[in-house]
């Protein structure tokens, strides 16, 4: 298996219920690092999945529409990436690629913040550990996406933070 993920090659594995789901043969994307832009990811997306402007892989990999990509990069372009993606079935309204964080930072504040099961329920961040991007992933819960209000504003201004909830984090 190692091979495998060492090689640029995305790594399909079987579920139970007969769908693939995508494991990253780039773990790099998991860690903020670039991938080659050429790369295209085969890809099948939940089954029931509401197409949405952001919604994630089965291995917690985000995905973004065309749409809100275009937002993002405009605010944010050198904190993200996309990637793009061929479905196994076509999906009606699905224009979506990987979305590619750049910048997976170690600023929580373990102390301060709750943790709920693998959930964040109070994020509080160690702002001098953050620096410049306005979008980022929290390294040690990369579930957690923090973005600035100015990315916050430009994707409801775009109508593109549907399914999206915004949640306010605290840092000091």
């Known amino acids: 298996m190692r091979e495998c993920l060492e090689g640029k090659n995305a790594l399909l594995l079987a579920q139970p219920d007969g769908q693939l ?22 890809l099948s997306p939940f089954a029931g999945n509401v197409v949405s402007h952001l919604m994630f892989t089965h291995l917690g990999v985000p995905t973004t529409s065309m749409r809100a990509f275009a937002v993002l990069d405009s605010v944010a372009g050198d904190d993200v990436q996309l990637v793009k993606v061929t479905l196994d079935v076509p999906i009606a309204g699905f224009d979506h690629g990987l979305l590619n964080i750049l910048h997976h930072v170690d600023c929580l504040d373990h102390s301060a913040s709750k943790v709920w099961i693998s959930t964040l329920a109070t994020t509080v961040l160690l702002a001098d550990r953050i620096g410049s ?30 399914r999206m909830e915004f949640v306010p984090v605290e840092s000091h």
């Open 133 to 162: 991007p306005k979008i980022f992933r929290i390294k040690s819960h990369p579930g957690t996406i923090i973005v600035s209000s100015e990315v916050k504003s430009a994707l409801e201004g775009a109508g593109c933070s549907d």
């Open 21 to 42: 789901t995508v494991l990253y043969k780039f773990l790099e994307l998991m860690d903020g690092k670039k991938v080659d832009p050429a790369m295209v990811v085969p």
